[in-house]
Structure formats: C-alpha cells, structure tokens
C-alpha cells in the first residue's frame, strides 16, 4: 500500500521558516519524482517545487524562489520543503505528490502527479 505522510506544517509569523517534510512508503522512492503542492481555501491547487528523482533537477514557483528549497533523501524515502521569509501568502494546505520518472525530469502541473499526501497546513500571521 502506498503511503505519503507530510508534517511540519504549523503556524509562523511573517517572516519566519517552517520545514516540511514528507514520508513515502509503498514504492521505489528513487524511481520517482517528486513535487510540493499547496492550496488556499476558495484557490485552486498550485504547484510550488519539484524535484527530479536524483535532485538533479529543480522547479519553483516564481512567488518561492529564493525562498523555499526543496531536497529529497533517497537512503530515507524522504522530501524536504525548507520554507524561508515565510508571507501570509503562503498560508495554505501544503500537499507532497510523487509520479514515477527515471529519466530525470520534474514535473510541475497537478495532472501528472498520481499519489498524494493527506497535506499539512501551514497559516502565516502578519
């Protein structure tokens, strides 16, 4: 059965970091991409970072970079989201996904993502 966990969502202030990290179980880790997702209430769900399956390669939304950092460690079946300068903005459920790639691509729409975390919320105050 496959299985992905986030934690490490929370309430900040603005201006303060939060890392997210998520858990897989159920499947080969390293022969997947992997991505962070999140959603405001009313807002469709928007892609945030993605990563190849070797951390290769790397996306960010424009409204992260320089911000957030994503990483992943294939030894742990673990995704990272280190969240920096955190805004109100970034108040949302924030979701990992996984789509199996081994040829090193990342992929960024909602659509080509075919498991799914539960999510964990992160709200940041002004």
């Known amino acids: 059965q496959v299985e992905m966990v986030e934690s490490g969502g929370g309430l900040v202030q603005a201006g303060g970091s939060l890392r997210l990290s998520c858990t897989a179980s159920?499947?080969?880790?390293?022969?997947?991409?992997m991505g962070w997702f999140r959603q405001a209430p009313g807002k469709k769900r928007e892609g945030v970072a993605s990563?190849?399956?070797?951390?290769?390669?790397?996306y960010y939304e424009d409204s992260v970079k320089g911000r957030f950092t994503i990483s992943r460690d294939n030894a742990k079946n673990t995704l990272y989201l280190q969240m920096n300068s955190l805004k109100p903005e970034d108040t949302a459920m924030y979701y990992c996904?996984?789509?199996?790639?081994?040829?090193?691509?990342?992929?960024?729409?909602?659509?080509?993502?075919?498991?799914w975390g539960q999510g964990t919320q992160v709200t940041v105050s002004s």
């Open positions: 159920g499947l080969t880790f390293d022969e997947y991409a």
């Open positions: 996904a996984a789509v199996r790639d081994t040829v090193g691509f990342y992929f960024t729409e909602v659509d080509e993502y075919k498991v």
């Open positions: 990563i190849s399956w070797n951390g290769g390669a790397t």
